[in-house]
C-alpha cells in the first residue's frame, strides 16, 4: 500500500509569527506537536542574558514578559528579502549574522519536530510566499536560495519549496467530495497570498498539479504591517507622531516607524538613535511626547507596547474596543483603540490585498461568478474588514475557514510524501 507506511519527508511552515512542521501518517493528525502539546512554536527568539543562552517561542515571549535581561527577535521571516540577511546583529556581546538567526530557529524546529517524530528528517518542503520581495524578481529568487542555504546548513540534505497558498489548498482538498475552483486567501504575519486552484478528490493522488493552478499572486502585506498601523495611527501619537517642530514642521517620524515594526525596533535603542532624539526634543513645540518617548526607551519597552498592539488587534475581531493600559510609561496613561479607528488605519493595504486578489482573477482570465469557495487561512485571515473585503468581491462563492495556523503545515506534509516518499 502506498500510504500504509509514514513518510519520509517532512514540511516546515516558516511563519513571520508562527511556525509548524508536518509529517503524513496515515491516520494520525499530520501537524508534530512543537511547544507544550501545541502544533505551533510562534517565530520567537530571546536570548536570555542572565543565563546567556537562547529561548524560542512562548518561553521566550515568557521570559522577556517576565523581565529577564535579554534581546527578543520577532518576525525573523521578514529578514528574507531585506537588506539585513547580509548583516550581523549583536548578541550576548558577540556578533551574530542574521543567517544564523534564521538557522537557529529553523534547526529548533526541526530538532522538536525529531524529537517528537523519533526519527530524523534529512529531506524537507519548505513553504514560502508567493513573492518575498514585491515586484523584484532577482530578490526574491535571493530570498528562497538563503532559506534552502539555511535549511541545508542545518542538516537537511534535500531541500524543495511549495507556494503556501498551494500547500494550504491541498490541505483543504483532502476534505471535499467534488471538483470546485477555489480562491485560497492566504493571510499571514508579513505576506498575503493567493491562488486560484481546481480541486476535486480524484486530483488528489496526481503527483504533478501544475495545470490545476490556474494563477497565483501576492503581496507582501501582512498581520505585523496591521499591528504598524493601529500602532502608528492609534499609540504612537501618545508618544510625539505628528508633533510639530517650532519651525511648523512636522517632527520626523523614523522612530515611530522604527518602534511600530517588530524586526526594527532595537534600532531605536542605539546610542546614534538616542542622540538623534535628544538634538531634536528643543526644537518640538509640545516636548510631552517626546519625553514619553524617551521613557519607553530607557526602559526598553518597544516589544512590551508592540506585543499590547498586537493583542488589541486580536481582541478588535470580536469587540469594538480595548483600553490599553500605558502606566508602565507614565502614570494613569492609556489609550482606547477601536475597531473603527484600526479599520481606518489598514485602508490602503486592503485595498492592495483586493488588487492582488483583481489581479489574480484577470491572470487566470476567470470571471468572478466562476469561483465556487473562498478558502481563508493564516493568522491574519480572522480580520473582519480583511474577510469582508475579500468577500464582497466574491459574493456568490461560499467561504470556508481552514485552520488558520494549520493548513499550510498539513499541506505541506501532503506534498512532502509525494516528492520524498
Given at each position: 500500500?502506498?500510504?500504509?507506511?509514514?513518510?519520509?519527508?517532512?514540511?516546515?511552515?516558516?511563519?513571520?509569527?508562527?511556525?509548524?512542521?508536518?509529517?503524513?501518517?496515515?491516520?494520525?493528525?499530520?501537524?508534530?506537536?512543537?511547544?507544550?502539546?501545541?502544533?505551533?512554536?510562534?517565530?520567537?527568539?530571546?536570548?536570555?542574558?542572565?543565563?546567556?543562552?537562547?529561548?524560542?517561542?512562548?518561553?521566550?515571549?515568557?521570559?522577556?514578559?517576565?523581565?529577564?535581561?535579554?534581546?527578543?527577535?520577532?518576525?525573523?521571516?521578514?529578514?528574507?528579502?531585506?537588506?539585513?540577511?547580509?548583516?550581523?546583529?549583536?548578541?550576548?556581546?558577540?556578533?551574530?549574522?542574521?543567517?544564523?538567526?534564521?538557522?537557529?530557529?529553523?534547526?529548533?524546529?526541526?530538532?522538536?519536530?525529531?524529537?517528537?517524530?523519533?526519527?530524523?528528517?534529512?529531506?524537507?518542503?519548505?513553504?514560502?510566499?508567493?513573492?518575498?520581495?514585491?515586484?523584484?524578481?532577482?530578490?526574491?529568487?535571493?530570498?528562497?536560495?538563503?532559506?534552502?542555504?539555511?535549511?541545508?546548513?542545518?542538516?537537511?540534505?534535500?531541500?524543495?519549496?511549495?507556494?503556501?497558498?498551494?500547500?494550504?489548498?491541498?490541505?483543504?482538498?483532502?476534505?471535499i467530495e467534488r471538483e470546485e475552483l477555489v480562491l485560497i486567501v492566504d493571510i499571514g504575519g508579513g505576506t498575503s497570498d493567493f491562488s486560484l486552484v481546481r480541486l476535486s478528490p480524484e486530483r488528489r493522488a496526481v503527483d504533478d498539479r501544475h495545470a490545476d493552478i490556474l494563477a497565483t499572486g501576492g503581496v507582501h502585506i501582512g498581520g505585523t504591517d496591521f499591528d504598524k498601523q493601529l500602532s502608528l495611527q492609534g499609540v504612537m501619537p501618545l508618544f510625539g507622531y505628528g508633533s510639530r517642530m517650532k519651525s511648523g514642521a512636522f517632527m520626523p517620524t523614523s522612530h515611530h516607524i522604527n518602534l511600530a515594526t517588530w524586526h526594527t525596533i532595537n534600532s531605536v535603542y542605539s546610542q546614534k538613535s538616542k542622540l538623534a532624539l535628544g538634538s531634536m526634543r528643543y526644537d518640538i513645540e509640545d516636548t510631552d511626547g517626546i519625553d514619553r518617548l524617551f521613557k519607553?526607551?530607557?526602559?526598553?519597552?518597544?516589544?512590551?507596547?508592540?506585543?499590547?498592539v498586537e493583542e488589541t488587534k486580536i481582541q478588535l475581531t470580536h469587540a469594538d474596543s480595548r483600553l490599553v493600559p500605558l502606566d508602565r510609561i507614565e502614570p494613569g496613561l492609556s489609550v482606547e483603540l477601536?475597531?473603527?479607528?484600526?479599520?481606518?488605519?489598514?485602508?490602503?493595504?486592503?485595498?492592495?490585498?483586493?488588487?492582488?486578489?483583481?489581479?489574480?482573477?484577470?491572470?487566470?482570465?476567470?470571471?468572478?461568478?466562476?469561483?465556487?469557495?473562498?478558502?481563508?487561512t493564516g493568522g491574519s485571515s480572522g480580520i473582519p474588514a480583511l474577510r469582508q473585503s475579500v468577500s464582497a468581491m466574491l459574493p456568490n462563492a461560499r467561504h470556508v475557514e481552514g485552520n488558520i495556523f494549520g493548513s499550510i503545515g498539513s499541506g505541506l506534509a501532503i506534498e512532502a510524501r509525494k516528492r520524498y516518499g
Open positions: 500500500m502506498k500510504n500504509a507506511s509514514p513518510a519520509r519527508a517532512c514540511g516546515i511552515d516558516f511563519g513571520t509569527s508562527n511556525s509548524t512542521v508536518g509529517w503524513h501518517r496515515p491516520g494520525v493528525e499530520s501537524l508534530i506537536e512543537l511547544e507544550d502539546g501545541k502544533i505551533t512554536l510562534p517565530s520567537v527568539v530571546f536570548f536570555n542574558i542572565e543565563e546567556r543562552r537562547p529561548v524560542y517561542g512562548r518561553l521566550a515571549l515568557h521570559e522577556y514578559l517576565e523581565g529577564y535581561e535579554g534581546r527578543l527577535m520577532r518576525s525573523l521571516k521578514s529578514l528574507l528579502g531585506s537588506k539585513l540577511i547580509k548583516h550581523d546583529t549583536s548578541v550576548l556581546g558577540t556578533a551574530l549574522p542574521f543567517k544564523d538567526l534564521l538557522g537557529m530557529f529553523i534547526g529548533e524546529l526541526k530538532k522538536r519536530a525529531e524529537a517528537n517524530a523519533g526519527r530524523a528528517f534529512d529531506e524537507v518542503v519548505l513553504g514560502r510566499p508567493v513573492h518575498f520581495v514585491d515586484d523584484d524578481q532577482a530578490a526574491d529568487q535571493e530570498a528562497e536560495d538563503t532559506l534552502a542555504e539555511v535549511a541545508k546548513k542545518i542538516g537537511f540534505k534535500e531541500v524543495s519549496f511549495q507556494y503556501e497558498p498551494i500547500a494550504a489548498a491541498f490541505d483543504y482538498e483532502s476534505t519607553l526607551i530607557e526602559q526598553r519597552a518597544g516589544h512590551w507596547l508592540a506585543m499590547e477601536t475597531r473603527a479607528l484600526f479599520e481606518g488605519s489598514i485602508d490602503n493595504q486592503l485595498e492592495r490585498v483586493r488588487g492582488s486578489v483583481n489581479q489574480l482573477l484577470a491572470d487566470a482570465d476567470v470571471r468572478v461568478s466562476q469561483v465556487d469557495t473562498v478558502f481563508f
